[in-house]
């Protein structure tokens, strides 16, 4: 997680992910190429990691399964602004170097009161539940349906919220 995405309690869905998930660690830098936990985790043979990035080579969860049977999937997802998300890979050339995933979706972003660059851009939370489906359809997850419907209603509160606020 960027330093200001970290700052922002009010809006942060990468705050909202992380108190969401079980099994979610929250890393917060710019630079994460010494950082001993994430090489931990990237140098254990027990895992095979990810990073969620949209790129011309990228993994399209849609259409190609990842992972292997025998290895845990982890997967770091980068909660940042593009332009930020952009330096955070470029700086941290351990997390650049794994293979890319992304996917593909019809959903409009409910976070309405924060403009995205592209229409097809989603919050970290509504990327989170794309992913998490996709993982329960390739049977690398076994989430019950119930969770996955009821996971964004924490982030829609906030931004029922925060359009409130406004008012």
Same mark, same amino acid.
């Given at each position: 997680? #960027?330093?200001?995405?970290?700052?922002? *309690?009010?809006?942060?869905?990468? #705050?909202?992910t992380?108190?969401?998930?079980?099994?979610?660690?929250?890393?917060?830098?710019?630079?994460?190429?010494?950082?001993? #936990?994430?090489?931990?985790?990237?140098?254990?043979?027990?895992?095979?990691?990810?990073?969620?990035y949209?790129?011309?080579s990228?993994?399209?969860?849609?259409e190609?399964?990842?992972?292997?049977?025998?290895?845990?999937?982890?997967?770091?997802?980068?909660?940042? *602004?593009?332009?930020c998300?952009?330096?955070? /890979?470029?700086?941290?050339p351990?997390?650049?170097?794994?293979?890319?995933?992304?996917? *593909? #979706?019809?959903?409009?972003?409910?976070?309405?009161?924060?403009?995205q660059?592209?229409?097809?851009?989603?919050? *970290?939370?509504?990327?989170? /539940?794309?992913?998490?489906?996709?993982?329960?359809?390739?049977?690398?997850?076994?989430?019950?349906?119930?969770?996955l419907?009821?996971?964004?209603?924490?982030?829609?509160?906030?931004?029922?919220?925060?359009?409130?606020?406004?008012?």
């Amino acid at each position: 997680m #960027h330093p200001k995405e970290f700052r922002k *309690t009010k809006n942060g869905t990468g #705050h909202f992910t992380n108190l969401s998930l079980t099994n979610c660690e929250l890393h917060v830098g710019i630079d994460f190429t010494d950082n001993t #936990h994430i090489n931990a985790l990237l140098e254990n043979k027990n895992n095979h990691c990810f990073v969620l990035y949209p790129s011309k080579s990228s993994i399209n969860l849609n259409e190609k399964k990842i992972g292997e049977e025998k290895r845990q999937t982890v997967l770091f997802l980068i909660d940042s *602004t593009w332009p930020c998300s952009r330096a955070m /890979l470029k700086n941290s050339p351990n997390i650049n170097a794994l293979p890319k995933v992304s996917f *593909t #979706h019809t959903k409009n972003s409910a976070f309405i009161f924060k403009e995205q660059p592209q229409e097809y851009c989603l919050s *970290t939370m509504e990327s989170t /539940l794309c992913i998490l489906e996709l993982l329960n359809k390739h049977q690398l997850e076994n989430i019950p349906q119930e969770k996955l419907k009821n996971f964004l209603t924490p982030f829609h509160k906030m931004v029922e919220y925060q359009l409130s606020c406004n008012q």
